[in-house]
């Protein structure tokens, strides 16, 4: 199935476009989707795959699906259908 | 009497009778308060009658620094200001960094109060413990950076710093803003009061040493703060390259980035043009405050005709939203020619901004005409007669005198039903975040001691997704008032108060943000707290300024959101169709007050009060 991944500043750098569609297979999760972007785009992509760390606050990476925030919903674990708008970026903090 | 951090000083300062004192800073109100916010919170309830005339004599106008300021800890040079505010009549705290603050420790002070009213013109010289009251007649009229300078050279020291006025404050605007170098204490009007004092601006130079209580704790104090910060994925990597500017790019992916005065949320999305990422063809390298690593301040400079060759430290995201999607704007050089022209008339680009869009939604309705405008197009979108505009603002002239005082009083004074599009809350207007797609993030709005200050309650969990204490769901109404609650006393506490830069606690110590404080606190001065106390600092700041605006008349009524808010949905884009309708906003409010420990009208209770060590204020409530 096919999602749509958007992206904004340094990642949207590294995906290559804002808007990119992402061919996954059917109940694939978030953490699917980020390994099929770093087997895509290579190594510059790894450190945003990875889950967080005990030490830093949150994840490398800001991910919404569908305008809300998969912190909301299962974090990683979320599970996408055909056609999800999923949104990432650096999670800048301030304004 | 203090081992660390504090002087240990308050500066009271006289205008009316030019008299100056030194006066103790009383150890309780130390450990109680912290600094900063909470000093000048407290002072202000103590010593100005809630129901005074903000721009009377009877107003008080405190400066307030923390025990972190001028110290090696990083990005601690931050000072509160406070006032009765004439824009809102509410408490009036606002903050500020740059150099000022810990110029401010090194001239000996944890707090200055300045009362009265000079007869003339007039700015302080305040050093090695002598204050002078020089006259002000010469640079009365003078753009805020000139101000500077001509008082720099005039006192033959290049080193002195500097908080000043501008035109604006002079004349009064409810609009107008404290500045220092070129960083501002924006909001609540509080320029107006020192005009209203005829105080053009305040002066100070020292080499106060500052102690430290405990050396070894100290510096492992610091060194987790600083280790949490080179961890952070964002602070030195993205933040110091971009500021808060690609936060634009963040609210408007987000579908919250507010337009054409709220009625295009979604509909007009500029960031190709004005995002963070667009604007950086516009830099010209940065500065940092003073003591801090990151950098954050962008220096920008205009590009294109007519704006070529406008330099400005910013903007900001607030000011890109102000001078940008608020006003239907995407021209990034009539953003920083706006940001730096705000900047010398001494105006909140935020009111400023938001009151011309006002103005502009008048226009395109017919409310406003081409007569009553001077002949100004006022069509969203068009800059040049919004830098027209502010300019008019800033010197009240023709409409700009009747829009000076900002939405409310404009709609008061213009009539025909022009308050429906006012985006105030109390007197200030709405910051750059649709709340409408992030509620809690409304609620800390409606009930900020301040006004709609999105400096208050900020709730980066909706907005940037940190899921700290726990994560959530920005369009859900439930729990929001606990998370308000939570953001309000955590903000005050640890930022506004210690001091401490907000964008540390969000993008490095975010995992123990409590914690650090406490530390930090022992190590430099001695005091100690629980992770637990700390909160209740926060809480006990924030229970003061409800009293005072309880006071000061302030009812549950005055916790609200514009009718827009209420009533309109979000037009397009990832956040369509969310609105706080009425019964949200009571839901919410009720939660929130009560987990505040407060009536269902939102009056602090005796039992809350006396936890908190403010019995006497339940006797001033008449509480029972």
């Keep these: ?95 | 009497m203090y081992r660390g951090g504090y002087i240990g000083k308050v500066l009271r300062v006289n205008l009316t009778d030019k008299t100056f004192e030194e006066e103790a800073l009383p150890v309780e109100v130390a450990q109680d308060f912290i600094g900063g916010s909470g000093f000048t919170v407290k002072y202000l309830m103590d010593e100005v009658p809630a129901d005074c005339d903000p721009l009377g004599p009877e107003n008080k106008l405190i400066f307030a620094p923390g025990p972190f300021t001028g110290t090696t800890i990083p990005c601690a040079s931050r000072m509160a200001i406070n006032a009765k505010s004439p824009a809102t009549g509410a408490m009036g705290v606002a903050t500020t960094g740059g150099h000022f603050p810990v110029e401010m420790k090194r001239a000996g002070y944890d707090v200055i109060i300045i009362e009265g009213r000079a007869e003339q013109p007039t700015y302080l010289w305040i050093k090695n413990g002598e204050v002078k009251f020089r006259s002000a007649k010469e640079i009365w009229g003078l753009p805020s950076t000139d101000t500077q300078l001509v008082i720099k050279d005039e006192l033959h020291d290049q080193n002195v710093r500097i908080s000043c006025i501008g035109p604006a404050g002079e004349k009064l605007s409810r609009m107008a803003c404290i500045v220092n170098e070129r960083r501002v204490a924006g909001r609540k009007g509080l320029g107006a009061v020192m005009g209203s004092k005829n105080l053009k601006a305040v002066a100070l130079r020292g080499d106060q040493q500052i102690q430290i209580a405990d050396k070894e704790k100290y510096d492992a104090a610091r060194k987790r703060m600083r280790d949490g910060m080179r961890e952070s994925p964002v602070l030195y990597p993205e933040f110091s390259r971009y500021g808060t500017s690609t936060t634009l790019d963040v609210t408007q992916a987000m579908g919250i980035y507010p337009a054409n005065n709220w009625t295009g949320t979604g509909v007009f999305t500029p960031a190709e043009k004005i995002g963070g990422y667009a604007i950086e063809s516009r830099g010209q390298g940065k500065t940092a405050c003073a003591g801090c690593p990151v950098g954050c301040s962008q220096y920008r400079l205009a590009q294109d005709a007519p704006y070529t060759g406008l330099f400005t430290e910013g903007p900001e995201y607030e000011t890109l939203y102000s001078f940008g999607g608020v006003v239907g704007v995407d021209n990034p050089d009539a953003i920083i020619a706006a940001d730096r022209i705000s900047d010398e008339l001494g105006l909140d680009t935020m009111s400023a901004g938001v009151t011309i869009a006002f103005a502009m939604e008048l226009f395109e309705r017919g409310i406003l005409t081409l007569e009553d405008t001077g002949g100004l197009d006022l069509h969203f979108g068009n800059h040049e007669a919004m830098i027209t505009l502010l300019n008019m603002i800033g010197e009240r002239q023709g409409l700009g005198d009747i829009l000076a005082d900002g939405t409310k009083v404009a709609a008061e004074k213009i009539g025909k039903g022009s308050e429906k599009y006012a985006m105030h809350i109390k007197g200030l207007e709405l910051p750059a975040y649709d709340v409408r797609g992030a509620k809690a993030h409304g609620l800390s709005l409606a009930t900020a001691f301040t006004g709609a200050d999105h400096n208050k309650g900020y709730a980066f969990q909706e907005i940037f997704g940190i899921p700290i204490p726990y994560p959530v769901d920005r369009f859900a109404i439930e729990g929001k008032g606990e998370l308000t609650k939570w953001n309000q006393d955590a903000r005050t506490a640890l930022a506004d108060s210690p001091t401490m830069c907000v964008f540390l606690m969000d993008m490095a110590v975010a995992g123990f943000m409590f914690q650090n404080t406490a530390d930090l606190m022992e190590a430099t001065t001695g005091l100690t707290y629980t992770t637990e106390e700390v909160h209740q600092v926060g809480e006990r700041i924030n229970n003061v300024a409800r009293v005072f605006n309880v006071l000061a008349g302030f009812t549950r009524a005055d916790d609200d959101l514009p009718e827009r808010l209420k009533t309109e949905p979000i037009p397009d884009g990832p956040s369509k169709g969310q609105l706080i309708s009425q019964a949200d906003l009571d839901f919410m409010l009720d939660e929130y007050y009560e987990v505040r420990g407060w009536t269902s009208e939102g009056v602090p209770t005796r039992n809350k009060l006396e936890e908190l060590r403010l019995g006497y204020l339940a006797d001033q409530l008449g509480l029972q």
């Design chain 1, 1 to 95: 199935m096919k999602v749509k991944v958007r992206s904004v500043g340094f990642i949207k750098m590294l995906l290559g476009d804002a808007e990119v569609d992402v061919e996954i297979s059917e109940d694939s999760t978030v953490t699917d989707l980020l390994a099929k972007l770093e087997e895509e785009k290579g190594e510059k992509f790894s450190p945003f795959a990875v889950r967080p760390t005990e030490k830093s606050a949150h994840a490398p990476l800001r991910v919404m699906v569908n305008g809300r925030d998969i912190a909301a919903l299962e974090g990683r674990h979320t599970v996408l259908a055909e056609g999800d708008d999923v949104l990432m970026f650096l999670p800048i903090a301030g304004g």
